[in-house]
């Protein structure tokens, strides 16, 4: 258990601005990171190993990418107890994202609205951070899962995107445990339309060959994973599923194990928090209200894709009962981010023990 209970910080967080907090956070763990003052935040790990795409996680629980979109707080992030941490989204060249104030709470719903807009520092300070880190110089089969998430720039046309998903994949892909090629912030122009049919095969297409590449280059085969959003109706996910299923299984229909899904990303839906201050923020939604619109999507895929295709779900969890609910929902990993704004690091131990209960279950 943590030295400094979370309840004790959030009033002091949540009295300033949310993206100000948010810096000042990330600071603190990039600074106390492999320190003895990590002992504020750290949480022991549960050990509840699972291979899920060909790769062991030590427990079934990690963050989702967004928090540490440039990669400074690996290891201080690795200490709260996370069986794997998702870093980025990173894009080849740095931006500074959208104009402030781009973060709003509603805390009354437990949710977050952002716009931040892949702010990062762009890809070669991405790496050199990602190669910093202890983790990564020390990671053996016993350790903490890394997935390395990215995107594309905004001044790319949308017609050239492949492009910079095939750039950061080549930066990445050496110092990865897995990849996530995200399609789905609302946050970026024209983004969500690489999810369509043509344009995601043709992405898809493009990053399978470049990776048998990089597996021959590399001698190790990673997987891919796919994260969209949650705002999709059932002829979109069935076009999602067919294209994954094209990429993702062998001739005889069995998973191949070197492409998965993450479900979902931020909505775009309001209905859960009409009337709420900053309700009508543009941005992507997250927390409590996107909990049924994930899980509607993970469970389709489930159905679609069958009972082996690899399923991260994220979206919602704010408590270990959540986290249960995604994997009744048909995830194989659940993922927390704005659950680790409300409730602190304590959130990732019970949704741990909570799921590896229910996997005893099963």
């Not at 790990?45 to 928090?67: H, Q």
Request: glycine letters at 10%; aromatic letters at 6%; proline letters at 6%.
């Amino acid at each position: 258990m943590s030295l400094l209970p979370y309840a004790l910080t959030r009033p002091f967080l949540f009295g300033m601005d949310p993206e100000a907090a948010h810096e000042l956070t990330l600071d603190a763990i990039a600074r106390f990171q492999n320190t003895p003052l990590a002992c504020l935040f750290s949480e022991a790990r549960i050990e509840d190993p699972v291979t899920v795409a060909g790769v062991r996680f030590p427990n079934r629980v990690g963050l989702a990418a967004g928090l540490d979109k440039n990669a400074r707080c690996i290891d201080g992030l690795a200490a709260m107890g996370f069986g794997f941490v998702e870093v980025g989204t990173v894009t080849p060249k740095g931006q500074p994202g959208n104009p402030k104030p781009r973060m709003f709470r509603l805390p009354q719903a437990q949710a977050l609205i952002n716009r931040l807009g892949f702010n990062n520092e762009g890809l070669e300070a991405f790496l050199a951070n990602v190669q910093r880190s202890r983790l990564r110089q020390t990671a053996g089969s016993e350790g903490m899962r890394l997935g390395l998430n990215i995107g594309k720039n905004a001044a790319t046309p949308i017609e050239q995107a492949t492009d910079d998903y095939l750039t950061c994949l080549e930066g990445v892909y050496p110092h990865a445990d897995y990849v996530t090629v995200n399609i789905s912030s609302p946050n970026t122009k024209n983004l969500r339309s690489l999810q369509s049919d043509e344009a995601l095969d043709a992405l898809l297409g493009a990053v399978s060959e470049r990776r048998e590449l990089l597996v021959q280059r590399t001698r190790r085969r990673i997987p891919v994973f796919l994260k969209i959003a949650p705002d999709l109706d059932d002829g979109q996910i069935e076009v999602i599923a067919a294209t994954l299923r094209r990429y993702g299984t062998d001739t005889q229909g069995e998973p191949t194990n070197s492409l998965g899904v993450i479900a979902t990303n931020t909505t775009l839906s309001r209905e859960a928090v009409k009337g709420l201050a900053h309700a009508e923020e543009t941005g992507g939604l997250s927390g409590a209200p996107v909990l049924a619109a994930s899980n509607r999507v993970i469970k389709a895929l489930r159905t679609a894709l069958g009972p082996r295709f690899p399923i991260i779900g994220v979206g919602g969890v704010m408590s270990a009962v959540d986290a249960v609910s995604k994997m009744e929902a048909g995830a194989d990993l659940v993922q927390i981010y704005t659950g680790l704004i409300y409730q602190g690091p304590a959130l990732v131990k019970t949704s741990a023990l909570a799921l590896k209960a229910r996997a005893a279950r099963r």
